[in-house]
């Protein structure tokens, strides 16, 4: 990876990226009147963040959606995404 890249990697303000990441949701789920949000867990990274957001900022009103081993999500994902909620406290349901 080249060093410039690395930089703008390692110089961003991730906790503005959080509060916007953040704002953004408390505005949706005010705009469309609903008393929650649902996400889809698949342990991947990207998911994994989103999971950690809603644990801090949204607990009470989060469900995360983890699907069952299949070729989209293979069973380690699966397991990957029950250690989160597990670890972080998440209501989830498993489809």
Do not use: W
Request: aromatic letters at 6%; glycine letters at 6%.
């Amino acid at each position: 990876m080249n060093k410039q890249v690395l930089d703008e990697i390692t110089n961003q303000d991730y906790a503005k990226i959080q509060s916007n990441v953040e704002s953004f949701l408390r505005e949706s789920i005010a705009k469309a009147g609903a008393s929650g949000l649902v996400f889809g867990l698949s342990g991947g990274i990207d998911s994994a963040v989103v999971a950690h957001i809603c644990a801090k900022s949204f607990k009470e009103k989060s469900l995360a959606l983890l699907m069952p081993d299949s070729r989209v999500s293979p069973k380690e994902e699966t397991e990957d995404a029950l250690q989160i909620v597990d670890k972080l406290g998440l209501d989830y349901k498993l489809n």
